[in-house]
């Protein structure tokens, strides 16, 4: 029951969907749940490839894959997306540590946080038209795949690197601890369980490579930078991996 409650809270936290009242909060909860945000993940992916399969009936690939990516985004309230967009604001420049750290917290976007986002979101597209055109039902067990990935990563992160902002001003606060053993156990057994389920095979391997690579450029970066991560950095961490995935899928 307890794992339910927090599989619940980490719904919660990265998406638009209402919980059951019985669920209630707990500021620890929160900080257990990362272990859930690849289920979380699972299931955003899976309502994706719901539309993108639906689209494809209708549409052809591009117009599928742009609604596809409007469901997710709408489903998460663009919160991954935001975190990726300041991260660009406040790490594109050459800027000191706290000035990096007070762009990230501004709501307003920069010019760097544009183009990020901009070409951000039209590489996950272009990989996603590429793989419907030619293959749609491996495009949807990607779809999948990526989103739940991608969100172990994230949590892959909190496990390597300690929090770099100010832990009483932080928006998540319970958030801004280290995740511990289990909850990177379970959050990674999760994402390769969906792997292997949906697409097994030397492309898996691949992507997990890619996506390995990108939460170890992002802890080298992280430390070099700000000694840490910020909840815009995991939001980063989980685009950037997002679209390592699609883009090991694919590749020729």
Request: proline share 4%; with cysteine; net charge positive.
């Amino acid at each position: 029951m307890q794992q339910l409650r927090l599989f619940f809270i980490a719904l919660q936290f990265l998406t638009r969907c209402p919980v059951p009242r019985w669920v209630g909060y707990e500021p620890a909860w929160l900080q257990q749940s990362a272990r859930w945000f690849p289920a979380v993940g699972t299931l955003v992916g899976a309502v994706a490839a719901g539309v993108l399969w639906a689209s494809l009936q209708l549409w052809p690939p591009a117009v599928a894959v742009l609604l596809s990516m409007a469901a997710s985004v709408w489903l998460t309230g663009g919160f991954h997306e935001d975190g990726w967009a300041d991260s660009c604001d406040g790490l594109g420049g050459a800027v000191s540590r706290e000035r990096a750290l007070a762009i990230m917290k501004d709501s307003r976007i920069g010019s760097y946080g544009a183009l990020g986002l901009t070409l951000m979101l039209g590489l996950k597209a272009a990989c996603l038209v590429a793989l419907a055109s030619v293959q749609p039902a491996l495009a949807v067990a990607v779809l999948v795949f990526a989103h739940t990935a991608s969100r172990a990563a994230a949590v892959t992160l909190m496990r390597l690197l300690p929090y770099a902002g100010d832990v009483e001003h932080a928006k998540a606060k319970p958030l801004a601890t280290q995740a511990d053993g289990v909850t990177l156990a379970v959050a990674l057994g999760w994402a390769l369980s969906i792997g292997l389920l949906l697409v097994p095979g030397a492309r898996l391997c691949a992507a997990l490579l890619a996506i390995a690579a990108v939460v170890l450029w992002m802890r080298r970066w992280l430390r070099r930078r700000l000694g840490g991560y910020t909840g815009d950095n995991l939001g980063a961490c989980q685009q950037l991996a997002e679209l390592a995935a699609l883009l090991a899928f694919a590749a020729r």
